[in-house]
T-cell receptor, first 114, second 112 residues
Framework: SQTIHQWPATLVQPVGSPLSLECTVEGTSNPNLYWYRQAAGRGLQLLFYSVGIGQISSEVPQNLSASRPQDRQFILSSKKLLLSDSGFYLC?????????????FGPGTRLTVT | RKEVEQDPGPFNVPEGATVAFNCTYS??????FFWYRQDCRKEPKLLMSVYSSGNEDGRFTAQLNRASQYISLLIRDSKLSDSATYLCVVIRGGYNFNKFYFGSGTKLNVKP
């Protein structure tokens, strides 16, 4: 069965510091991968998605970037964090199942920028 | 206009009640539809797919109305454990990629 891992689970970082969040998927090959952010009490905002190694599409302009160095690895980075980067960061993968794509989320990383 | 709109609630219902949520979507080209459940401070989890013919999973019934572009979720005999935020999701995409559009969620509180 497929599993998705994210780490760390929680993170407190000062403004201006760098960020690296990692996500790995097991039990599937060539998945579509996604990074979302959820601000407190808000909906999910799609940040990046990837259909393959080295292929990254950005949804919103911001100081974040993403990379996919391996098929099942997706990394979210920032060179300098802003206060507004605080939130719940979720990695997800999708697969085609029963005539439609379904999406599954990792446990998330709760980031607080101070 | 938002892709997916939901009433944020909260819906406060007693145990055993029947409760229904609706959500509307703006793009008629949307292809697939789902309900997800999100517990407080946790990741969203797939609850069920939504088909035009309607589908049922135990106490949960989902319905899609393509003509009016809305999706519904009915929960019968509510349990305390049903308390969560319910996210409506629509999918649109091309050959090898589908984009998921999430509503902001409807919060349900089931009271004893």
């Amino acid at each position: 069965s497929q599993t998705i891992h994210q780490w760390p689970a929680t993170l407190v970082q000062p403004v201006g510091s760098p960020l690296s969040l990692e996500c790995t998927v097991e039990g599937t090959s060539n998945p579509n991968l996604y990074w979302y952010r959820q601000a407190a009490g808000r909906g999910l905002q799609l940040l990046f998605y990837s259909v393959g190694i080295g292929q990254i599409s950005s949804e919103v302009p911001q100081n974040l970037s993403a990379s996919r160095p391996q098929d099942r690895q997706f990394i979210l980075s920032s060179k300098k964090l802003l206060l507004s980067d605080s939130g719940f960061y979720l990695c997800a993968w999708s697969e085609y199942n029963r005539g439609s794509y379904e999406q599954y989320f990792g446990p998330g990383t709760r980031l607080t920028v101070t | 206009r938002k892709e997916v709109e939901q009433d944020p609630g909260p819906f406060n219902v007693p145990e055993g009640a029947t409760v229904a949520f609706n959500c509307t979507y703006s793009n008629s080209a949307s292809q697939s539809f789902f309900w997800y459940r999100q517990d407080c401070r946790k990741e969203p989890k797939l609850l069920m797919s939504v088909y035009s013919s309607g589908n049922e999973d135990g106490r949960f019934t989902a319905q899609l109305n393509r003509a009016s572009q809305y999706i519904s979720l009915l929960i019968r005999d509510s349990k305390l454990s049903d308390s969560a935020t319910y996210l409506c999701v629509v999918i649109r995409g091309g050959y090898n990629f589908n984009k998921f559009y999430f509503g902001s969620g409807t919060k349900l509180n089931v009271k004893p």
